[in-house]
């Protein structure tokens, strides 16, 4: 029997497989091996991806391990807040994956699960929730609040007094126009800003935006 922690990287698609090797040099750095460390996925393509067992998700569960560790590697929020919920019945703990050259300034609140992506910046005075996804090259400025389950593609300009809510999705290098102390600019429940959009004013819950300056595509019910 092995008992010591396994590690999981659930999602083996795009997402998953640039989390992988973030998982890998923060486990070896605390010398666990490898092989403790494998995607998990329940609708598998291959057996073995860029060197790492992929296991369903029921054969992670059955695999002896002291500890079960994993990151939800998955860009969809929905699917992100649903396996949440599952893993946490199950006694899986939430793994955050923050990349070295990630830069954090003072006074940040970073809920579980998080994923910093390389060349993430986060400064100061900053509250974000939980399974947050900021890809490469993101940034969040000053006194921004971030909801659970944000997602942000590469490249997305997050500037100071943003409150950002719940399932929000951000596409790669959307511009987000800074807000004032006491009145922030405001990004609603489940809205998904457009890729390249420059966003110059609050944007409904459950509203898409795309272009420059961003202007309203379509409004869905938000699910908030
Ligand atoms: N997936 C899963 N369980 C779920 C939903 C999705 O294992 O309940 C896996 C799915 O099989 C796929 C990955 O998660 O391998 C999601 O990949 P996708 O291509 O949607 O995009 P990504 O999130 O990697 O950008």
Do not use: W
């Given at each position: 029997m092995n008992f010591s922690p396994l590690f999981g990287v659930y999602g083996a698609a795009g997402c998953g497989r640039g989390v992988m090797p973030l998982v890998r040099q923060q486990i070896t750095g605390r010398g666990?091996?490898?092989?403790?460390l494998v995607f998990v996925d329940d609708n598998p393509k291959a057996a073995n991806i860029n060197g790492h067992k992929v296991m369903s998700y029921e054969e992670f569960l059955a695999t002896s391990a002291d500890e079960r560790h994993i990151v939800?590697?998955?860009?969809?929020s929905r699917i992100r807040e649903r396996l949440a919920l599952c893993c946490g019945k199950d006694n899986v703990k939430s793994l955050s994956v923050i990349a070295a050259n990630v830069v954090m300034m003072d006074e940040i609140k970073l809920g579980e699960g998080a994923i910093l992506s390389p060349f993430v910046t986060i400064t100061s005075n900053i509250a974000i929730g939980r399974h947050f996804h900021a890809n490469i090259y993101s940034y969040v400025e000053h006194d921004c609040i971030i909801g659970d389950f944000v997602t942000f593609a590469p490249g997305v300009q997050c500037n100071g007094n943003i409150v950002i809510e719940d399932h929000a999705y951000v596409g790669a290098g959307a511009v987000i126009k800074q807000g004032l102390p006491g009145n922030p600019l405001v990004i609603g429940c489940g809205a998904t800003i457009g890729m390249g959009a420059v966003v110059t004013k609050s944007v409904p819950a459950g509203a898409t935006v795309i272009g420059n300056p961003a202007r309203i595509m379509t409004i869905k019910d938000s699910e908030c």
């Amino acid at each position: 029997m092995n008992f010591s922690p396994l590690f999981g990287v659930y999602g083996a698609a795009g997402c998953g497989r640039g989390v992988m090797p973030l998982v890998r040099q923060q486990i070896t750095g605390r010398g666990i091996a490898t092989d403790r460390l494998v995607f998990v996925d329940d609708n598998p393509k291959a057996a073995n991806i860029n060197g790492h067992k992929v296991m369903s998700y029921e054969e992670f569960l059955a695999t002896s391990a002291d500890e079960r560790h994993i990151v939800l590697a998955i860009a969809n929020s929905r699917i992100r807040e649903r396996l949440a919920l599952c893993c946490g019945k199950d006694n899986v703990k939430s793994l955050s994956v923050i990349a070295a050259n990630v830069v954090m300034m003072d006074e940040i609140k970073l809920g579980e699960g998080a994923i910093l992506s390389p060349f993430v910046t986060i400064t100061s005075n900053i509250a974000i929730g939980r399974h947050f996804h900021a890809n490469i090259y993101s940034y969040v400025e000053h006194d921004c609040i971030i909801g659970d389950f944000v997602t942000f593609a590469p490249g997305v300009q997050c500037n100071g007094n943003i409150v950002i809510e719940d399932h929000a999705y951000v596409g790669a290098g959307a511009v987000i126009k800074q807000g004032l102390p006491g009145n922030p600019l405001v990004i609603g429940c489940g809205a998904t800003i457009g890729m390249g959009a420059v966003v110059t004013k609050s944007v409904p819950a459950g509203a898409t935006v795309i272009g420059n300056p961003a202007r309203i595509m379509t409004i869905k019910d938000s699910e908030c």
